[in-house]
């Protein structure tokens, strides 16, 4: 399995822009980078994925190094409902998504 | 469209006893993956169901069995129960077994072992 390396937790305020890094040295040409949070007390939620160009959507954007071995998560202006631990997960077997310990966001207000 | 349902949301059981958890998924979605979350060690995935067969599977003891239907619905059983099963297990569903889809995450099922 593909290892990820990101923060253990970042600190943001709200209304400004937080960018979780996540080191992924190991990719492979055909794994897809996904990005996946979980808020307390619920399942995690899909936020974004990519696999060689910056994507966005509703949610967030994501910045993909040209070497594809570093991606960056944005959140454009961080909430307090943003709040929740972020996964960085690479994607080479179906379904199989293989969690580490993910960057806690804090958001202060 | 309703999202993905795991029923029930909480059960406590005696060591010894043997469990099943269910999974609804959305709708349209053929593919059902298993996790188990626990503080100790995080996230784990347990397998995945697609079109009623195993496609993958996680590195638990073979205790940890599931299944999936012809309506996509899977169950996941786990016999003869050990405090160190008590976690969250959540279910997720896929359009496609593809790495390129998104998965859809249950608010999971909270077992308690005792």
């Known amino acids: 399995d593909a290892k990820t390396t990101q923060p253990n937790s970042m600190e943001s305020n709200e209304e400004e822009p937080v960018h979780l890094p996540c080191n992924h040295s190991?990719?492979?040409?055909?794994?897809?980078i996904h990005w996946y949070r979980q808020l307390p007390s619920q399942g995690p939620e899909y936020v974004i994925h990519?696999?060689?160009s910056n994507v966005n959507n509703r949610m967030a954007s994501l910045a993909i190094a040209e070497d594809r071995k570093s991606s960056t998560l944005i959140l454009h202006r961080a909430t307090l409902r943003d709040a929740a631990v972020y996964y960085c997960?690479?994607?080479?077997?179906?379904?199989?998504?293989?969690f580490g310990a993910g960057t806690i966001l804090r958001v202060k207000s | 469209k309703a999202g993905v349902t795991q029923t029930p949301r909480y059960l406590i059981k005696t060591r010894g006893q043997q469990v099943t958890l269910s999974c609804s998924p959305i709708?349209?979605?053929?593919?059902v993956s298993w996790y188990q979350q626990t503080p100790g060690q995080g996230l784990q995935f347990l397998f995945e169901?697609?079109?009623?067969?195993?496609?993958n599977k996680g590195n638990f003891p073979g205790r940890f069995s599931g299944r999936q239907f012809s309506n996509s619905r899977s169950e996941m059983n786990v016999s003869t129960l050990e405090l160190g099963d008590s976690a969250l297990y959540l279910c997720?569903?896929?359009?496609?077994?593809?790495?390129?889809?998104?998965?859809?995450f249950g608010q999971g099922t909270r077992l308690t072992v005792v």
């Open positions: 990519g696999l060689t």
């Open positions: 169901y697609f079109s009623e067969t195993q496609r």
């Open positions: 709708s349209g979605h053929r593919s």
């Open positions: 997960i690479l994607r080479r077997d179906g379904n199989k998504l293989v």
């Open positions: 997720a569903s896929s359009w496609g077994s593809s790495v390129n889809t998104e998965a859809f």
């Open positions: 190991a990719i492979s040409g055909t794994d897809y």
